[in-house]
């Protein structure tokens, strides 16, 4: 067990599911795979119960699986021996001022990114003579000398487990009420995006391919901000936050929002999976799955730069066609104009061929994700910088 035991994690929800799941994801692994005592602070307990879903909005504070949850502190709160502020976020005033009394390390985890500068600005300290204490900056990332992915110890073992259990992905389908669909035969796609995607033209690409593909896209419950894409889909409310769309061969399964180890489980039994944000996206990976990335959405086309990054990191072995395809349809998905489609757009080509190539796709995928895996984790790395910065202090 780590010296430095009680650790406090700070989130501000800002896209709803990213930025929670990545704080809920990496709290339960430092309980459960460090032994450590943790409590997560959440400025939106409202959005967190989208992923948590066992929180109770009355309590003030409430163990779940471990962790210590607890709503934005509003009042004086004993700061931890190891203090986490995700994605930038500003620590509560009253909270801040006490670090240095408490000898507090005070670790800032920024979002993950494969560009190059990464490595040159992980573990780099911030000081805060305000404060008299440090802040250390930590950087996930894809390089041994950044802080890691985030990644269970058992979860490879656990998607080998399930994609080797005919009856559990079974089992898997029919709790989702996908179970009377005949699915082995077609092409399973899982769809979370943000609403910029160029979902209009990815649907009549696939509509127009012979076989039988359903997509599965799970949704906060609201089908009007998706009623441009699916505007000529015959639409069928079929239960409570359900909905089949259908055009073609194409059939698109609106389902209520899952669980995180449901979601898991969605990425690892399709054909291919849209991931957005973070969270899904690091997930994606570990899925060994062919995937799409759709990163935040930010001026200047700067999250194009950050998908172009990501491309040149994760590409890099795959042959020259594949890397052509891998960024021609990454950018059919992220650029243009959402929610318009004509018949001399070049997408319909570019998604078509992803779907031929699905095999070669899906080998380099499970190889992509043995490589990565042979790096230390995220918890991992963050629990060795935070001993190595306590017993510099000593």
């Given at each position: 067990?780590?010296?430095?035991?009680?650790?406090?994690?700070?989130?501000?929800?800002?896209?709803?599911?990213?930025?929670?799941?990545?704080?809920?994801r990496l709290s339960q692994q430092l309980v459960h795979e460090h032994g450590l005592q943790v409590r997560l602070f959440i400025d939106d307990i409202v959005a967190a119960r989208h992923l948590i879903s066992k929180l109770d909005l009355n309590?003030?504070?409430?163990?779940?699986?471990?962790?210590?949850?607890?709503?934005?502190?509003?009042?004086?709160?004993?700061?931890?021996?190891?203090?986490?502020?995700?994605?930038?976020?500003?620590?509560?005033?009253?909270?801040?001022?006490?670090?240095?009394?408490?000898?507090?390390?005070?670790?800032?985890?920024?979002?993950?990114?494969?560009?190059?500068?990464?490595?040159?600005?992980?573990?780099?300290?911030?000081?805060?003579?305000?404060?008299?204490?440090?802040?250390?900056?930590?950087?996930?990332?894809?390089?041994?000398?950044?802080?890691?992915?985030?990644?269970?110890?058992?979860?490879?073992?656990?998607?080998?487990?399930?994609?080797?259990?005919?009856?559990?992905?079974?089992?898997?389908?029919?709790?989702?009420?996908?179970?009377?669909?005949?699915?082995?035969?077609?092409?399973?796609?899982?769809?979370?995006?943000?609403?910029?995607?160029?979902?209009?033209?990815?649907?009549?690409?696939?509509?127009?391919?012979?076989?039988?593909?359903?997509?599965?896209?799970?949704?906060?419950?609201?089908?009007?901000?998706?009623?441009?894409?699916?505007?000529?889909?015959?639409?069928?409310?079929?239960?409570?936050?359900?909905?089949?769309?259908?055009?073609?061969?194409?059939?698109?399964?609106?389902?209520?929002?899952?669980?995180?180890?449901?979601?898991?489980?969605?990425?690892?039994?399709?054909?291919?999976?849209?991931?957005?944000?973070?969270?899904?996206?690091?997930?994606?990976?570990?899925?060994?799955?062919?995937?799409?990335?759709?990163?935040?959405?930010?001026?200047?086309?700067v999250h194009i730069k950050k998908m172009q990054a990501f491309l040149a990191v994760y590409a890099e072995h795959a042959n020259v066609d594949m890397q052509h395809l891998l960024s021609s349809a990454s950018l059919a998905w992220s650029t243009?104009?959402?929610?318009?489609?004509?018949?001399?757009?070049?997408?319909?080509?570019?998604?078509?061929?992803?779907?031929?190539?699905?095999?070669?796709?899906?080998?380099?995928?499970?190889?992509?994700?043995?490589?990565?895996?042979?790096?230390?984790?995220?918890?991992?790395?963050?629990?060795?910088?935070?001993?190595?910065?306590?017993?510099?202090?000593?």
């Open positions: 067990m780590a010296k430095t035991h009680h650790w406090d994690v700070f989130c501000r929800v800002v896209d709803n599911y990213g930025d929670i799941g990545i704080c809920w309590q003030t504070s409430q163990m779940i699986n471990g962790v210590e949850i607890c709503p934005w502190p509003k009042i004086s709160v004993t700061p931890a021996q190891v203090v986490i502020a995700t994605f930038g976020c500003e620590l509560p005033e009253t909270y801040s001022h006490q670090l240095a009394g408490h000898q507090s390390i005070w670790i800032n985890l920024e979002y993950l990114s494969a560009e190059t500068w990464v490595s040159d600005f992980h573990a780099q300290i911030s000081p805060q003579p305000a404060l008299g204490i440090n802040k250390h900056f930590f950087f996930p990332g894809f390089f041994p000398d950044t802080g890691g992915l985030l990644r269970e110890h058992h979860l490879l073992a656990t998607r080998d487990a399930f994609l080797g259990s005919v009856e559990k992905q079974a089992d898997f389908w029919q709790h989702l009420g996908l179970g009377h669909l005949n699915l082995d035969n077609a092409i399973k796609i899982s769809l979370f995006c943000y609403p910029q995607a160029n979902i209009r033209n990815l649907c009549v690409a696939l509509a127009s391919v012979e076989k039988t593909i359903h997509v599965v896209m799970p949704f906060n419950g609201d089908i009007s901000q998706w009623s441009t894409s699916f505007a000529d889909f015959t639409q069928t409310e079929i239960g409570a936050n359900r909905w089949l769309l259908q055009q073609g061969n194409l059939n698109v399964h609106l389902i209520p929002f899952l669980s995180q180890a449901d979601y898991d489980h969605l990425l690892w039994a399709c054909d291919f999976n849209f991931v957005r944000g973070e969270d899904s996206w690091i997930r994606a990976i570990w899925a060994g799955k062919p995937f799409i990335w759709q990163p935040y959405w930010q001026a200047d086309a243009g104009t959402p929610g318009q489609y004509s018949m001399t757009n070049p997408d319909q080509v570019v998604w078509q061929s992803f779907i031929n190539q699905l095999p070669a796709l899906h080998a380099y995928a499970q190889h992509q994700a043995h490589t990565l895996a042979q790096q230390s984790d995220l918890a991992t790395k963050l629990v060795i910088f935070s001993e190595n910065l306590r017993n510099s202090q000593v």
